[in-house]
């Protein structure tokens, strides 16, 4: 049995010379969880990371332990306490039967949603072109495209236009195509069995 070793790592700040364009999607689970796996990784190695979480509330485990682990690491979120749908994602008998979901015609995101997610995403936009960071994280910002809370061009703009060091992280389901394109590392997570379908709900530290 081997013994956990006492002697301290030190701290070796990194730089990256050029940053890259990796995409997590697919609909199996791991995407976030594949990202902070990133963000653990560039943090060994004192890299800056900035992470932004789309359409949540600070309310995962990472959430809980995000400013215990290291000043180089900043977690931020922007969400509301309800889900979007879009009226022909959801077959009308099941539409009764979903709670804390808004239902909006495709298009039609509510308001004070946009704007918030906006708001938060020119924020980023701002410390990441003061040249704060080196890793930034876009966990869920496909979903967030998809609903229209962000404009996909907006998106496309601070990849395209983001300092040469910073490696940026999107992360969601249905990836468009024009970041697909834009990538230069995609994994595809492919849903082969998933103990929800068995009726095991979510699990804290686990799932969420």
């Known amino acids: 049995m081997l013994a956990a070793s006492s002697q301290k790592v030190e701290k070796v700040a990194v730089k990256l010379n050029k940053g890259l364009v990796e995409v997590y999607t697919g ?22 990371v900035y992470v932004i979480q789309f359409m ?5 485990g990472e959430n809980r332990l995000a400013s215990k682990i290291d000043s180089n690491l900043v977690v931020e979120y922007v969400g509301m306490p309800y889900f979007i749908a879009w009226e022909e994602d959801i077959p009308a008998e099941d539409r009764k039967r979903i709670r804390n979901v808004v239902i909006r015609p495709r298009g039609s995101p509510p308001e004070e949603y946009a704007e918030k997610t906006m708001k938060a995403f020119k924020t980023m936009k701002e410390q990441v072109y003061d040249g704060n960071w080196d890793v930034v994280i876009m966990d869920e910002i496909n979903v967030a495209v998809y609903y229209d809370l962000l ?13 040469i060091h910073t490696e940026i992280v999107l992360t969601g389901r249905k990836m468009p195509d ?8 995609i994994t595809d997570m492919r ?17 969420y």
């Not at 404009?151 to 300092?163: K, M």
């Not at 024009?178 to 590392?185: G, S």
């Not at 849903?191 to 979510?202: D, L, N």
């Open 56 to 60: 949540k509330l600070g309310t995962y």
């Open 27 to 48: 609909n199996g689970k791991g995407k976030t969880t594949a990202a902070f796996g990133l963000a653990f990784r560039a943090l060994g190695w004192g890299l800056r």
């Open 178 to 185: 024009e970041i697909i394109e834009r990538a230069d590392l």
């Open 191 to 207: 849903e082969v069995k998933h103990p929800y379908a068995a009726g095991v709900p979510a699990r804290k530290g686990i799932d």
């Open 151 to 163: 404009p996909l061009q907006e998106v496309l703009d601070f990849i395209d236009n983001r300092p």
